[in-house]
C-alpha cells in the first residue's frame, strides 16, 4: 500500500466542514479512486469551541495553524481560511515548506496569485484552486487542462451566486432590492455584510484569476472594471424585461489583437434566450470561447459547502497521483508575474440602455436625443411612456416637482464608447426636467450576437 | 530543451485535418504551455491523394500504419480511423508496443474499453479519449478528474448531434423527418447512410462509455436499452409542443441502491424550460448528477473537425507532462473488465405520454381508459382532439377509413413500468378504432421533479 497524502486542513468552518464530511461520505470511493490514500491529518482552527454539522477526532484538531504549517508529516495544507491575511501567509509558509496547497481563496489569487504560483513551480510543489471559481463548476481545469489546446479569447460568466439570487427574486418575485437582499442573507446566500459581493469585487476576483490564466497575462483585481447591482430597482429590471432583456451581473474578459485586455463586471442586459440568461438563483454558469473549440457553456453550483468541497477535493485527489520526490511538470497555464497586458482596453458591449426619469413635458424626449447626437452617441430607438410609483417606498422617495406628468425614457444606443455615454449622462443629470435624486442608468447590452456562435464552428 | 512529445497520427480524414491544422495554428502558445514539445512525426492513412484542407510533408505521410505502430520513435498514436476494425488492432498494437494512445473512437471503447484501458496500465501508458464522448465538451476528464469525489447517481445528455438537429429542424422549421435528414445530409451532420445515429447507436455507444466511468462497472453498447427517433412524425413533435414539452434524443444513466443500474437512449419528452431542452441544433448537453457536487450542466458542439481537435489535443498535452520512462499512477476512474452490475433495471421516467390516432367514434376515449386500466397504468390526464391532416403527403399515407371525423387521444400516465405500457399498447393495437398503419407513440417524460436539484445542494 502506498503512503498515504496526509491533510492538514487550515479553517474549520461551513466549506470545511463540507469537506470532512465528503472526505468522510465517499470514503469508499476515494479509497478505491486515489493512487495514494487521503488521510486527513491536522485541522487548526482558532475556535475549536463552537458547534459544527461534523465531529472530528480532538486529537487531530488544534489552535495553531503553525502547528500544520511546521509538521513535515503533511504533505498538502488545504487553506480553507478565506480573506486575505493571513490566509496569504499561510499559503507562502506552506510552499516554502515544500508542501501542495489546495485552496479555495480567490481573493489572495487575484491578489497574489502569480508570486504564489511562482514560488510552487520553485519548490516544484502544486498550488491548487478549483474552488476559488465557479464553485462545484470545474472551470479551472477546463480551462487549464480541459481547452489547454485552445486559444482563449473570451469568457462572460456569472460568478456570483448572491448577487444572482438577488436578481433573480427581484425579477421573478417582484421584490425590491433591499428585500431580496434581505432574502438572500435570511437564506445564508449573502453576509451579514454583502460589500463584497454587491460591490463585484467577488467576481472581480474570480475573472481577474479567469483572465490571467486564459490570456497568460498579469491581471489582478486592480486591473478589473467594477460596477455594482445596488443602483438597480425592480423598476429598472422589470422595464429591461419589458425590451425582452434579462439583467445579470456579468463578468467578462476579453483579448483582442496586440494583447488588448477588457476585463470588467457590471450589470448587463442580456437577450432573454442568451445561454448566461437562463442561469438564475445562486447557480453560477460561464461561456468559454476560443479556437479551435469555438464554445462551451458550464452551468452548476457556484457556492456552497457541499458543491466546494467537491472541487476542493478534486485538488486534493489530483496530487494522489504523484509520489513524494517525484519531480512535477510546470502547469500548462499560470498566472504570469509581471506580464501586463500592452493595453488595457474598454469592456465591449453591442450599445447601451439607457433609462431615464423625467417630469414630462414635450420637450424631454427631444432633448435626450440632442444631448446624445451632441455626445456622438447613435439612437437605435428612443420612447417615453408614463411613469408612476407603483413600487413600493423603499424603492423610491421621490415625490414629483412639476405639474406635468412624469415619464421613464428609454433608449438603445448604436455601438459607443463608454466615454461618450459618461459624458452624455453627466449633461442628462444636469438638465432641469431631471426627477431630482433619480438615478439614470447606462447599462450595457449583449445581444443575440455576442451569444457563442457555436453553431458556425461545428 | 526536453525532448519532444512524438506524435504518430493515424487517420488523416476531417478529424486528422483539424487536429494538424490546430497544431499549426497554435503552435506558439502550444510550445508556451507543454512541458515537451509537439512533434507531429509521422500521418498514416490508406489514401494519400484525395485533397486535404491541411497540407503535411509528404516526408511525414505514410500509407502504412504498422509504420507508426512499429516505430520506435513514436511516443503517442493519435488514432482517427473511426469503426471497430482495424481501429481496435490499432490501438491494442500500439499499448502493446509501450505506447500512449489518444483516440476519439467511440464505438472501439465502447466494446472493447475495458480490456484495452487494462492493457494500458499493465503496459504503464496512457489510453486517453476526451473526443470519443461530446465533442468538443470535456465531459470524460470532468467525470474522471475533476468529479472523481463524487458519488455520480445520474448521468443525462443529448450526446448526438446529428439526431438533435434533426428534432430542432422539425420542431422549429415545421419540416418532416424526412426532410430534416435530408437536411442534416446536406450540411454535412450526417451521414449517407445514418443508421448510426437516428437508430441510436451513436449516442449508446457514448452513454456506455460514461454510465462504465461514473459507475465503475462493465456497461458495454449492448448493455444500452435503445429506441431510434425514425419513426417520431412532425405531428407528434408538435401535439408534444402544445403539452409544454420539447422531444429530445436522451442517454440516460441511472444507478440505484445494489448496483441496480439503467442506461438507456430513447426520444425523451423535457418540460420546455429543462436545461437540456435548451440545446438546440447540434450542440451536445450533458448533466452529471452526484454527491457531494449537486450537478452540473455542460454545453458545446458536439462534433466537428475544431471541437474534436480541441478534445484530441487536450489528451496530447496532458501526456507531454510525463517523462519518457516515468511511471504512470492509474487514472481515477477507469471501466471495469467483468464487474457487471447486479441487476439491470429499467430507465426510470416520471410517466409516459401517449398519442394514439382513432377513428374518433364517442366509445374511443373510454375505450383506451379501460384499456390502459386493466394493464394497471394510471392515468393522469386523457384528452381527446381532432386530427386532420395537415402535413405533407410523405409524413403521412393514411386514408380515412370510417364515416367518423378520426382525432387524436393524448395520454399522460403516472409512473409505471415499461412493460405494462407496453402491453397496453400492444391490446390498442389491435382495437377496431385505431387508424390502420398509424403508429401509436409511447414516450417517456422527464418532467421539472427531474431537474436537477442543484439549489437544495449549495
Redesign the interface.
Known amino acids: 500500500m502506498a503512503r498515504p497524502l496526509r491533510i492538514g486542513l487550515i479553517g474549520f468552518g461551513n466549506i470545511g466542514s463540507?469537506v470532512i464530511?465528503?472526505l468522510r461520505?465517499?470514503r469508499d470511493?476515494?479509497d478505491?479512486?486515489?493512487?495514494r490514500p487521503l488521510e486527513l491529518f491536522r485541522v487548526a482552527d482558532i475556535d475549536l469551541e463552537r458547534p459544527r454539522p461534523v465531529e472530528v477526532d480532538r486529537s487531530l484538531l488544534t489552535t495553531d495553524a503553525e502547528a500544520v504549517l511546521r509538521d513535515p508529516e503533511i504533505d498538502v495544507v488545504v487553506e480553507l481560511v478565506g480573506g486575505l491575511e493571513p490566509a496569504r501567509s499561510f499559503v507562502e509558509q506552506a510552499l516554502r515548506a515544500g508542501k501542495h496547497v489546495v485552496t479555495a481563496n480567490k481573493m489572495v489569487l487575484a491578489h497574489h496569485g502569480a508570486e504564489l504560483l511562482a514560488l510552487a513551480q520553485e519548490k516544484r510543489v502544486r498550488l491548487l484552486f478549483?474552488a476559488a471559481v465557479g464553485?462545484?463548476?470545474?472551470v479551472i481545469?477546463?480551462l487549464t487542462?480541459?481547452?489547454?489546446?485552445?486559444?482563449i479569447t473570451r469568457i462572460a460568466g456569472i460568478l456570483n451566486?448572491t448577487c444572482n439570487y438577488i436578481l433573480t427574486q427581484m425579477t421573478a418575485a417582484g421584490m425590491s432590492f433591499d428585500k431580496a437582499l434581505a432574502d438572500a442573507q435570511m437564506h445564508g446566500y449573502a453576509e451579514p455584510d454583502p460589500t463584497a459581493d454587491i460591490e463585484s469585487i467577488d467576481a472581480a476576483n474570480k475573472i481577474a484569476i479567469l483572465a490571467s490564466l486564459a490570456f497568460?497575462l498579469d491581471i489582478r483585481h486592480d486591473d478589473v472594471h467594477r460596477e455594482g447591482i445596488a443602483e438597480l430597482t425592480l423598476e429598472d429590471l422589470k422595464a429591461a424585461e419589458a425590451d425582452g432583456y434579462v439583467v445579470k451581473q456579468l463578468a467578462v474578459a476579453e483579448i483582442e489583437e496586440e494583447e488588448q485586455v477588457a476585463v470588467g463586471v457590471r450589470p448587463t442586459l442580456l437577450w432573454k434566450d442568451h445561454?448566461l440568461a437562463?442561469v438564475g438563483?445562486?447557480?453560477n454558469g460561464i461561456i468559454i470561447e476560443g479556437?479551435?473549440?469555438?464554445?462551451?457553456?458550464?452551468?452548476?453550483?457556484?457556492?456552497?459547502?457541499?458543491?466546494t468541497?467537491?472541487?476542493v477535493?478534486?485538488d486534493?485527489?489530483?496530487l494522489?497521483?504523484?509520489?513524494n520526490g517525484?519531480?512535477l511538470?510546470?502547469p500548462?497555464?499560470t498566472m504570469p508575474v509581471a506580464r501586463k497586458p500592452q493595453k488595457r482596453a474598454e469592456c465591449a458591449c453591442d450599445g447601451y440602455w439607457l433609462r431615464i426619469l423625467s417630469d414630462g413635458n414635450d420637450q424631454t424626449l427631444g432633448d435626450v436625443a440632442r444631448i446624445l447626437a451632441t455626445h456622438h452617441v447613435s439612437v437605435e430607438r428612443i420612447s417615453k411612456e408614463p411613469w408612476e410609483l407603483q413600487i413600493t417606498p423603499d424603492a423610491w422617495q421621490w415625490k414629483p416637482v412639476s405639474a406635468y406628468n412624469p415619464c421613464a425614457i428609454r433608449v438603445h444606443t448604436g455601438e459607443i464608447s463608454e466615454r461618450h455615454i459618461r459624458e452624455a449622462i453627466r449633461e442628462i443629470d444636469n438638465a432641469r426636467w431631471r426627477v431630482p435624486e433619480s438615478v439614470t442608468l447606462a447599462l450595457p447590452r449583449h445581444e443575440s450576437t455576442r451569444v457563442p456562435n457555436?453553431?458556425s464552428?461545428?
Not at 135 to 138: Q, T
Not at 320 to 323: N, Y
Open positions: 463540507g464530511q465528503a461520505d465517499n470511493l476515494l478505491a479512486r486515489c493512487p478549483e464553485g462545484g463548476i470545474p481545469r477546463v487542462e480541459c481547452l489547454a489546446a485552445n486559444r451566486g497568460g445561454p437562463t438563483d445562486v447557480l479556437q479551435p473549440i469555438g464554445a462551451i457553456f458550464l452551468v452548476g453550483p457556484g457556492a456552497g459547502p457541499q458543491a468541497a467537491s472541487a477535493l478534486s486534493v485527489i489530483a494522489s497521483a504523484f509520489e517525484q519531480s511538470a510546470p500548462f497555464l457555436w453553431l464552428e461545428t
